[in-house]
């Protein structure tokens, strides 16, 4: 059985709680009121859990130059199942689109060059590995991490509970500060995905640090988090040896002329070419946005008898997201 154990964070007079496949064991909580602390424990979590002891000499600290802050730039479907496609913060709206098969065959250029985009290294995240999820997102797990990337994000708190965070810390009121990510890859055999994550939360100033470990069940609550505390600054760091460790070969996606995925990291220009059924979050809210408005304002307005707003005479809409991106017909 998997246990929680709490330990005391090194460099700070933090508790943190290990928790491993979401079986977590109460521990004293301290109250720091100390600064945030400005370096990250990550630990390796390869074999069985050991004693103390062991772990901490297998501890490896990172600095914060080691970190990368990212953000959800979208989702699709593989051969292993759903997976979230993290990239750096602010270029969720450079992913180029899908080329046209005209395009295809001239093998052109992106529209807009990615300029120092184009080898900046992004993390293919498996959050579910159900069978149904492989073909399309359909289970529930799925649709609720396609509704956390809306913006805002929809949260209905059923696979996600409310008080999933407070159950975590065993504090009433916590807030997510921010994730970091250390570990995630398909270990050596290719049958088993590793997780490994460190939760920074609390109340004020009292902040500790929790580790959530597993595998891909513990890498979709730890990114639904992150979404569900976005809006109230919750920010997404990744250290650079996860990401250098990305094989993205091995969620069976790539076509097969794709030898340039050469498994020692992902970069930002061949994300396409590695899941080429992705979807951008900026592609699945501008579906919601027409959906919303197809299925819910057009009914409503043609009952009510009220005319279209100026900016859907036309039938398109405005898209108010933070890329400055605009969708109509």
Not at 160 to 187: C, H, K, M, N, Q
Request: aromatic content about 6%; charged content about 30%; some cysteine.
């Amino acid at each position: 059985e998997m246990t929680a154990v709490a330990t005391p964070h090194v460099g700070a007079t933090q508790l943190r709680a290990r928790l491993r496949r979401g079986c977590v064991q109460r521990a004293t909580r301290t109250s720091t009121r100390t600064r945030r602390p400005s370096r990250l424990i990550a630990r390796a979590s390869e074999g069985a859990p050991a004693d103390d002891a062991a772990e901490e000499e297998e501890e490896e600290e990172v600095g914060i130059d080691d970190l990368v802050e990212l953000e959800i730039g979208g989702v699709s479907v593989s051969p292993r199942g759903f997976v979230a496609l993290l990239v750096p913060k602010g270029s969720a709206g450079s992913i180029p689109r899908a080329p046209n098969p005209v395009e295809e065959l001239r093998r052109a250029e992106p529209r807009v060059p990615l300029g120092s985009l184009r080898t900046a290294q992004t993390l293919p995240l498996l959050i579910s590995n159900r069978p149904e999820d492989r073909e399309g997102a359909a289970s529930e797990w799925a649709q609720a991490m396609l509704q956390l990337t809306q913006d805002p994000p929809i949260d209905m708190g059923i696979q996600l509970p409310y008080g999933a965070l407070d159950e975590l810390t065993g504090a009433e009121g916590s807030i997510l500060g921010a994730v970091f990510l250390g570990e995630a890859r398909w270990d050596e055999t290719g049958t088993r995905y590793v997780f490994e994550s460190t939760l920074l939360a609390g109340k004020d100033l009292d902040q500790s640090t929790y580790d959530l470990r597993g595998g891909e069940e513990e890498a979709w609550r730890a990114l639904a988090l992150a979404l569900r505390y976005a809006p109230y600054g919750c920010r997404l760091f990744a250290t650079r040896k996860a990401l250098a460790a990305v094989d993205a070969r091995a969620f069976g996606g790539a076509a097969e002329e794709s030898a340039h995925l050469d498994g020692g990291g992902l970069s930002f220009a061949n994300l396409r070419d590695a899941f080429p059924f992705l979807q951008t979050t900026k592609e699945a809210r501008a579906i919601a946005a027409e959906a919303r408005k197809r299925y819910l304002l057009d009914p409503f307005m043609a009952a009510s008898g009220a005319g279209a707003s100026e900016d859907e005479e036309d039938g398109g809409y405005v898209d108010d997201d933070d890329d400055d991106g605009t969708f109509s017909k």
